[in-house]
């Protein structure tokens, strides 16, 4: 059964730092793209960032970029997202999800999901 699980969310002050963690179970997915997105309250949940697990290329939305940073970790199976410079506009819940798509950017192109975690941050 595969299972996605996220961790480290939390609330930070703006200008803060987190790091969520991603743990990937129930198959191999050294061939998958993985992804973050986020979903605020009202709103439509949003694409954030991604990593082909084979070669570690990566791509974020312009709101993100040059602040988050995501990353693998082969041994332990999972996938991080480092948050710096947050922004009161980065509260939302953030969701893992794995895609076997090439360069998968929309919703409907991923096959599993996280629960998701909340992140806030204050102003």
């Known amino acids: 059964q595969v299972e996605l699980l996220e961790s480290g969310g939390g609330s930070v002050q703006a200008g803060g730092s987190l790091r969520l963690s991603c743990a990937a179970s129930?198959?191999?997915?050294?061939?998958?793209?993985m992804a973050w997105f986020r979903q605020a309250p009202g709103k439509e949940r949003e694409f954030v960032g991604r990593?082909?697990?084979?070669?570690?290329?990566?791509y974020y939305a312009d709101s993100v970029k040059g602040r988050f940073t995501i990353s693998t970790d082969n041994v332990k199976n999972t996938v991080s997202l480092q948050m710096n410079s947050l922004k009161p506009e980065d509260t939302a819940i953030y969701y893992c999800?794995?895609?076997?798509?090439?360069?998968?950017?929309?919703?409907?192109?991923?096959?599993?999901w996280g629960q998701g975690t909340q992140v806030t941050v204050s102003s």
């Open positions: 999800a794995a895609s076997r798509a090439l360069i998968p950017t929309f919703r409907h192109e991923f096959d599993y």
């Open positions: 129930g198959r191999t997915f050294s061939s998958y793209t």
């Open positions: 990593i082909k697990w084979s070669d570690g290329s990566t």
